[in-house]
């Protein structure tokens, strides 16, 4: 509740010093562009030079009242897509993310930063209200940066990250390429107490878990553009591996309580991807993409107790095929007509088995293979009448086609039109208050279709049958421009979700009950569901706010927070409740400093604690993650080297697990809580010394 009232207090005292200030003067030496009546605002690179940035992600970072959105891992380009464009275009890939993207461009390279509000006729937005626009300077040298890092974490062992990037102008011919090699300690895990609860709260069994895990990642990233038949090509590739291993020790005073769980996994994702674009006379404009990505994935999981030994094996293999073509029509100079056709083809093919000393356990949707044809058109109009108006508005229309063999058969097909008005005023360059209303579909996550989980944590079954999620939202937003650099925002939404996706129990066919159509208790599994409609509102306030006028110089503090209340209706307990997996509130709080004497940085974050529950048709999980505070320091004594050091998680935060088990089952007939159980590790600090140096 502290953390809540901080950032409310901090933003009404902002909003009320940014009510008293007049329309804004012009921006002093090193400000932001704010040209009245424009939803354009352009940040240079002398906007950010008291913070020393090294790349175009630290410059995105320290945007006023922007947050980054690097786009979901769902399928096709369009639903994908991020809040930041790179010199007016989005990426040809989708396993390489933004912030990775952004992260290889030198702060040097970076010409300047436009930020639009509520769309721009010429400009694609992709749906999002808000994005960011990376413009690079015209550079034919050869720039090489280098970074390596090592990190000594909670269990005193040492990781390491190598990171080498390039890029080359060759005439007209631009040459991109990346190597990042590292290591690192999964932050859920670590040392700590176990504890069983009666439904009374007496404490009926007390151990301790030692709980250690550790990833890695190496990654090659590839690109070439060059001029094509009168437009732009640009053809990128990418490798990563992704191995992972932990050990999980339940370590009880009682011999036959103990426990241990050894847990592998590894994924791998190879991708390609093309774009083209050009102009074809002076109002047309076309865009092509394509793209193929093809990963497999595979765990082992092994949970050993005196007496019985358990195993859970997944394999899987997962392809994506897409192709998009856009036109853009400049039909006046304040009306842009844009039109659009995707087809995507995405296929999973999963098995799994499960053993309890060595005989066979049924789990649903084990063993099947899930095909997706699914394929998009939209038209989309932006019309700005005034320059303190812009109006957007546009229908895309959604058709798929699921098919499921081995343990589940079934083939569906949806049709879901998807209309979409946008209404932006800003009266001045100070102010801008926008309003959106759009039908929104939730792409279906090829997750949900096939079995998962651990063995501890327990497992999910698939469910290839899902429709998917459906709301309407509206949502209004107020953003205000003040001082030098500070910014509030208020952002209010309203969700009415149709088919909503949540958990419920399924099990497989031959465990219904004969006559009944209901699951066999015994062989009954949590799986995604849908369970009908639902409801969702958010609200979220954020403050950038330049220190200077508050005796802290060339400080910036940055609040960000988000209240969210959901409500669906139990399948098991037929009674409203919150939505599995949703923060009701999340919140982040950033403070950096420039040192130009020292030329230096100083940094701290806090991200306050969060609360997560899960309910599941014979249990509730919760995750409560306490507070994580990391702070850095990092000296530039030249544009091309930094040196920084960096303490994480210095409040030694702890992940809360708890598991409330009912008897037999979560259900309006009488399922009561039979125990709980908690589980309690805690993630200590880690130290990180990293050196980046850039040639070029």
Known sequence: MQH?????AALAAAGAAGAALAAPEAAPQGGPAQPANSGVTSYPPSFFATFRPNTALDMVNDLPGFSLDTGGGVRGFGGAAGNVLIDGDRPATKSDSLDAILQRI???????????RGGAPGMDMRGKTVIANVIRKLDTRLHLTTALQGTLDYNGHVDYGLRVEGARQVGKLALEGSLLLGTGADDGAGNG???IFAPNGQLQEEDTIRYFGDGGQDKATAAVEAPLLGGKLRLEGSYQHSPYFSRNDDLSPDPANLQSEIFTQRQDTGEVGLRYSRRIGAKLGLELYALQQLSRFGEVDDLADPGDVSTFVLGKHQGESIGRGEVTFDALPNLTLEGALEGDFNFVVSHT?????GAPEVVPAANVRVSERRGEAFVDA???????LTVEGGLRVEASNLVSTGDVLSSQTFIFPKPRAVVTWAPNGANQLQLRV????TQLDFNYFTASGTLVGGERAGNPTLTPQQDWVIEASYDRHFWKGGDIGLIARRYWLQDAIDYAGVCAPADLLPGTGLCDPAAEFPGPSNIGDGSREELSASLTLPTDRLMLKNGQLILRATWRHSQVIDPA????REISGLHPVDSEIHFTQGLPKLKSTWTIDVIPAWRQSEYLFSEVDTQRLGVWIDAYFEYKPRPDLSIKIEGDNLATHGLEQIRAFYDPFRDVNGGVLNSIDNRSPRFGPELTIRVRKTFG
């Open 106 to 116: 030198p702060a040097g390279s970076v010409e300047r930063i436009d930020v639009i």
């Open 4 to 8: 809540r009232l901080l950032i409310v």
């Open 573 to 576: 307990t037929h009674q409203p």
């Open 382 to 388: 932006t019309w700005q009448p005034w320059r303190t």
């Open 353 to 357: 088995v499960e053993t309890d000393n």
């Open 438 to 441: 759009e039908r929104e579909v």
């Open 193 to 195: 107490p176990h504890r």
